[in-house]
């Protein structure tokens, strides 16, 4: 079992907080995103739970057994950095081969695992070559061999494919994902890239300076984001909020915006009057002459498959995701309509989802 568990972990460096309060557990085989912007602790929590960071407080368990104060080398991980530091003067086949040699594993065994490791990543073609002439992609498939080949209890990667252009990134993205289903190894990815988490992760955990906002399937969290924050930082162009002042009665399929009577999710409690925000992604959002929510085109952007038109109304922008092949100018009045078992609702005040 390779299952990580954290409880309660908290970092801090003097009096700032950089991981608050963090509870989480990545299942034995399961591949999990921390995703968040820049400086939310991301890294920070992969640290402690590769024994690179003591942490504040908490506990970290792998494999059921508490490894909270254990060193890094005590520990059954392998940590692929974002800067991949292969030896210049070794051959592809002694850089994997290099973490088996340095435990004194026999050269027959080193020999069998590197080939083993080289071929699920279809790199055996280039064993015997230099690595310093090796292409961006094969050199990260390289440096990942080298942490696979140890056959780790887990994989820890914090942004491994950041510094690759973004047609390579495509690529290892994919590959990594691949690679994840053959080996099912327990692994903790760090990425900032919401694009890169959805495509790859099991489950995904949105962190927002040093607190998970919501850990789920990437599915639930595009679906049933447990705030704005979330709901803003994935999806692209990111969910719509249309803002209302409003309470609302259980059961209740539609309310007032401005002139129009607009759909509504269905909610489970009665909504005190206050500040709400109606979240709407772009794919679930419609034109329609009838509907009386109105609004001005107020720009469009060609994605060849599809086309994201933005329109003015009393709410603020929508965006809508749409057909490739209508033209609209700028300007044009239309009608939206809104899907309306697609729908979140939010306090905009606290920014939480009202479930
Ligand atoms: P990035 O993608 O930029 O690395 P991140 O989400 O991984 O972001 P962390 O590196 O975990 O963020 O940093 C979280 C916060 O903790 C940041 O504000 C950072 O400045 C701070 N921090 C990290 N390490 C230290 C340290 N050794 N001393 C003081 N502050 C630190």
């Known amino acids: 079992m390779a299952e990580i568990r954290?409880?309660?972990?908290?970092?801090?460096?003097?009096?700032?907080?950089?991981?608050?309060?963090?509870?989480?557990?990545?299942?034995?085989?399961?591949?999990?995103?921390?995703?968040?912007?820049?400086?939310c602790g991301k890294t920070t929590t992969l640290r402690m739970i590769a024994g690179l960071e003591l942490p504040t407080g908490g506990t970290i368990r792998l494999g059921g057994e508490d490894v909270t104060y254990?060193?890094?080398?005590?520990?059954?991980?392998?940590?692929?950095?974002?800067?991949?530091?292969?030896?210049?003067h070794m051959n592809v086949r002694k850089n994997i081969g290099f973490p088996l040699l340095a435990?004194?594993?026999?050269?027959?065994?080193?020999?069998?695992?590197?080939?083993?490791?080289?071929?699920l990543l279809q790199i055996d073609h280039i064993l015997d070559r230099p690595v310093s002439g090796l292409a961006g992609g094969d050199r990260q498939r390289v440096a990942?061999?080298?942490?696979?080949?140890?056959?780790?209890?887990?994989?820890?990667?914090?942004?491994?494919?950041?510094?690759?252009?973004?047609?390579?990134?495509?690529?290892?993205?994919?590959?990594?994902r691949e690679l994840h289903n053959r080996i099912h190894a327990t692994t903790v990815y760090v990425t900032h890239d919401q694009i890169e988490a959805m495509a790859m992760a099991d489950k995904i955990a949105v962190m927002n300076h040093g607190v998970i906002e919501q850990f789920g399937t990437p599915q639930?969290?595009?679906?049933?984001?447990?705030?704005?924050?979330?709901?803003?930082?994935?999806?692209?162009?990111?969910?719509?909020?249309?803002?209302?002042?409003g309470g609302l009665a259980r059961g209740a399929r539609t309310a007032r915006i401005g002139a129009a009577e607009v759909a509504m999710p269905e909610l489970r409690a009665d909504v005190a009057p206050g500040e709400l925000a109606l979240g709407v992604r772009p794919e679930h959002v419609r034109f329609s002459?009838?509907?009386?929510?109105?609004g001005a085109v107020y720009g469009s952007e060609y994605l060849?498959?599809?086309?994201?038109?933005?329109?003015?109304?009393?709410?603020?922008?929508?965006?809508?995701?749409?057909?490739?092949?209508?033209?609209?100018?700028?300007?044009?009045?239309?009608?939206?309509?809104?899907?309306?078992?697609?729908?979140?609702?939010f306090d905009a005040v606290s920014g939480r989802a009202i479930p």
Do not use: W
């Open 220 to 245: 639930e969290i595009y679906d049933r984001p447990a705030s704005m924050y979330v709901a803003d930082f994935i999806g692209s162009p990111p969910m719509n909020f249309i803002r209302f002042t």
């Open 70 to 88: 254990r060193r890094a080398s005590e520990r059954d991980i392998a940590f692929v950095f974002q800067l991949f530091a292969l030896y210049p």
């Open 144 to 176: 990942l061999g080298r942490a696979i080949v140890r056959r780790p209890m887990c994989f820890l990667m914090d942004e491994p494919l950041g510094t690759l252009d973004a047609e390579f990134r495509e690529v290892m993205v994919r590959e990594l």
């Open 6 to 39: 954290v409880e309660h972990l908290r970092k801090a460096f003097g009096e700032f907080v950089a991981v608050q309060d963090s509870s989480f557990t990545v299942e034995d085989g399961e591949f999990l995103a921390l995703l968040g912007p820049s400086g």
């Open 289 to 294: 002459d009838a509907s009386p929510l109105r």
């Open 103 to 119: 435990q004194g594993v026999p050269k027959a065994e080193i020999k069998a695992r590197v080939e083993e490791t080289a071929r």
């Open 304 to 345: 060849g498959t599809n086309q994201i038109v933005t329109v003015e109304t009393e709410g603020g922008l929508v965006r809508a995701r749409l057909p490739a092949e209508q033209n609209y100018r700028i300007g044009e009045p239309v009608g939206l309509t809104f899907k309306s078992e697609r729908l979140s609702l």
